[in-house]
């Protein structure tokens, strides 16, 4: 779905919410093939066991890529990622907790360079089924600054 907002149309607070999704071991064994990481915190269950958490951890990158994933319900042909600033991977996703996103606009401010744009960051929170946060971040977005 297309949805055209200025920069003058976005309001802090404003605040959407995901449905869930839950992480599986198929998507933890793509994201090791995918990035590399093989470490065994992801991929040994045995070692696992005598570990502190005792059983596999999906990798905080991971979760980051499908939060991410599960925000992006809209375009906007105005606006675009900036990036991604204080990424914490706050407690640890195991296989089968279900997270859902939170992301709400805490700031708006004129781009120091480009005088037709403006930066609108959000607070990305990552919730899992117990209520636990297990991952917040800031999402910076550049967007359009409305036509004079």
């Known amino acids: 779905m297309i949805v055209e907002q200025y920069f003058e149309d ?53 979760i980051l890529s499908v939060a991410v994933g599960m925000t992006a319900t809209t375009i906007n042909p105005h606006a675009m990622s900036y990036g991604y600033d204080k990424v914490r991977f706050v407690k640890p996703v195991f296989i089968n907790d279900t997270i859902t996103v939170e992301a709400k606009i805490t700031e708006k401010r004129d781009h120091p360079k480009r ?34």
Do not use: N
């Open 10 to 62: 976005y309001e802090i607070g404003f605040s959407r919410r995901t449905m869930g999704r839950t992480i599986t071991e198929t998507d933890i064994v793509l994201h090791a093939g995918q990035t590399g990481d093989f470490f065994p915190h992801h991929m040994d269950a045995e070692w696992c066991e005598t570990q502190d958490f005792k059983q596999r951890v999906a990798h905080g990158t991971l």
């Open 115 to 148: 005088t037709t744009h403006g930066i609108v960051s959000e607070l990305v929170t990552v919730t899992k089924q117990t209520g636990e946060t297990v991952l917040a971040c800031e999402h910076i977005y550049l967007v359009a600054k409305r036509p004079a």
